[in-house]
């Protein structure tokens, strides 16, 4: 029977044994706009703040 030459750390077996995995963030495509954007977050479109297909904040002219 096979037997590890050297014992594995306690952080490298955990490591192994975890279900946590990367996962892709999730992308929404605005109505309005058609901009693709992140879930849950406001998205800059053509110097407006869009959420929710509604206009936030327009850029402020310097």
């Keep these: 029977m096979?037997?590890?030459?050297?014992r594995q750390s306690t952080t490298r077996r955990d490591k192994r044994r975890t279900h946590y995995k990367a996962t892709e963030p999730t992308l929404?495509?605005?109505?309005t706009t058609?901009?693709?954007h992140l879930f849950h977050r406001a998205h800059w479109y053509e110097g407006k703040?869009?959420?929710?297909?509604?206009?936030?904040?327009?850029k402020e002219e310097a």
């Design 49 to 58: 703040l869009y959420y929710k297909g509604k206009v936030v904040m327009e």
């Design 2 to 6: 096979a037997h590890p030459k050297r």
């Design 34 to 36: 058609g901009e693709t």
């Design 28 to 31: 929404a495509v605005d109505s």
